[in-house]
């Protein structure tokens, strides 16, 4: 039986464990053994009550020496610790991964800070939800990409064992060089997200916000559920991913202002520009929706 760690017992660590110990109920599928750590003994007790975890641990050293393999769950900006943490206490071979939204960072610190001898493959899920470990579930990876970046100590065996275990997930592995991810996630989540704070920012400083707010309907709700995010896990994207944010940001905000000055030329009888931006706008989602691997 495989020993893995899971650090960061939040959503998507929650997730993991579940969906881990749920498809190693299957005699087709190798079973793993988990142990959770975290810093907040209230999580781990409660992972371990909600089956997410085989054991809890709240010593991170030794629950590292004891494990094959290492998936860090926590906000990118944690994860530079808690590589020179467990650094020195990690055995020869473990595949050590993590489930952040940014790459280009955590694979510049696992180079920096890993032995020569750990298998390091950055790891993103693209699922994902509002809430902690409350919200976990065993089938929040099922149908999703899930992005590999192997690092240059990766051997082909560690990574056809990721990919293995993504899989067992019931989610589907892609390769991905890490500054490729970056750009293209900053486009589909990260400025989504910033947008989403924005229009609330704009309508909590307006003087008629209780009369809004009762006005509020699905198409808000839709719209800013991005916004009820964990803070620290946005503020560590940002940062961690600030120059393809600031790009996309830019492309973003010209696009805003080309239709701003579509809507103010436009004649109120009706203008077959403004109708045809929002119907190409249709269109290309619908395209871009589809396109996804199912």
């Not at 808690?82 to 790459?103: N, Y």
Request: glycine share 6%.
């Amino acid at each position: 039986m495989q020993k893995m760690l899971i650090i960061g017992l939040g959503l998507i660590g929650g997730s993991l464990g579940l969906a881990l110990r749920l498809a190693g109920k299957n005699g087709d599928i190798p079973s793993f053994e988990i142990t959770g750590y975290d810093r907040s003994a209230e999580r781990l007790q409660k992972a371990a009550q909600m089956g997410a975890i085989d054991h809890a641990s709240d010593a991170l050293i030794a629950a590292v020496q004891d494990t094959h393999s290492v998936m860090l769950a926590t906000p990118a900006l944690a994860v530079p610790q808690i590589l020179r943490e467990i650094a020195p206490f990690l055995r020869a071979g473990t595949i050590v991964t993590d489930t952040a939204s940014t790459k280009a960072a955590i694979m510049r610190w696992a180079e920096e800070l890993l032995p020569a001898n750990i298998s390091f493959i950055g790891g993103h899920p693209m699922a994902g939800a509002t809430g902690s470990l409350e919200a976990a579930r065993a089938d929040l990876f099922h149908h999703a990409t899930y992005c590999l970046t192997p690092g240059t100590a990766a051997n082909s065996q560690a990574i056809e064992k990721l990919h293995q275990i993504v899989q067992m997930l019931g989610a589907t592995p892609l390769l991905i060089d890490a500054a490729t991810h970056d750009r293209c996630v900053a486009a589909i989540s990260h400025v989504p997200f910033l947008a989403s704070v924005a229009l609330v920012e704009m309508l909590t400083n307006d003087p008629q916000i209780e009369l809004i707010s009762k006005l509020a309907s699905s198409g808000f709700r839709d719209t800013t559920r991005l916004a009820a995010g964990d803070p620290t896990m946005y503020h560590d994207i940002s940062l961690t991913n600030r120059e393809a944010i600031l790009s996309w940001l830019d492309a973003y905000s010209e696009q805003l202002q080309a239709l701003r000055q579509l809507l103010a030329a436009a004649d109120e009888a009706g203008d077959a520009r403004l109708k045809r931006f929002f119907e190409q706008a249709r269109q290309q989602r619908q395209n871009i929706i589809s396109a996804k691997t199912p």
